[in-house]
């Protein structure tokens, strides 16, 4: 029977017979692609999984919920407390670590996302009693007050000095920009910067 479009019964069955077929088909294809994807990133969890971190030059094995950040994972796993649990939703950058050299908020890196790379803390940056000059220039500017921002910016200053061994006020306050100060010491931070950075003023450089 034929409708007056000129469409019969036979051929509309045919077309959804046809749609299924194709519908069947992609859904199958999916579910292979979704097996593919997991075979190549199997799910782990929720309880505890081993993981292997490498931190300031040696290599730590722990066992963390997926969902652990890197910053609990130093702190309460492996006492490594000089990044500070402050805003934790990456705005205050108390939890700045080095991450292949450069500076990462550490409350919103997943540690089991950070194996295989090179992770640096402020723990690091000394040698034994001995500062490191972006340390000592802290000290000589009296660049902190309250002590809970100031891990965080010494090793956002690290990774500045890194690339820019003699950085001005510019450069200084872009390096520094994703880390706070309640305390308000920003003109010692700035001075500390580019006085461990300068090699006329006997810096790091």
Do not use: W
């Not at 519908?23 to 593919?36: F, P, T, V, Y």
């Not at 971190?53 to 309460?76: F, H, K, Q, Y």
């Amino acid at each position: 029977m034929s409708d007056p479009n000129g469409l019969s019964r036979r051929h509309f069955l045919k077309g959804v017979g046809a749609g299924a077929i194709v519908a069947g088909s992609i859904e199958a294809l999916s579910a292979e692609a979704r097996a593919a994807a997991q075979a190549a990133n199997p799910c782990v969890g929720p309880g505890a999984v081993p993981i292997k971190l490498s931190i300031n030059g040696s290599v730590r094995e722990l066992a963390v919920e997926p969902r652990t950040t890197l910053l609990d994972a130093l702190r309460n796993h492996l006492d490594l407390t000089g990044s500070k649990k402050v805003c934790d939703r990456a705005t205050c950058g108390a939890c700045t670590v080095l991450i292949d050299g450069k500076a990462a908020y550490s409350c919103t890196t997943l540690a089991i996302a950070a194996q295989g790379r090179t992770i640096e803390t402020v723990e690091s940056l000394a040698n034994g009693a001995e500062l490191a000059p972006i340390q000592k220039a802290f000290v000589e500017h009296d660049a902190q007050q309250c002590g809970f921002c100031t891990p965080g910016f010494v090793v956002a200053s690290e990774a500045l000095l890194r690339t820019n061994a003699s950085p001005d006020r510019a450069a200084v306050l872009e390096g520094l920009g994703g880390n706070l100060c309640r305390c308000g010491t920003y003109v010692g931070l700035k001075k500390a910067c580019m006085s461990a950075g300068a090699p006329a003023k006997g810096g790091r450089r």
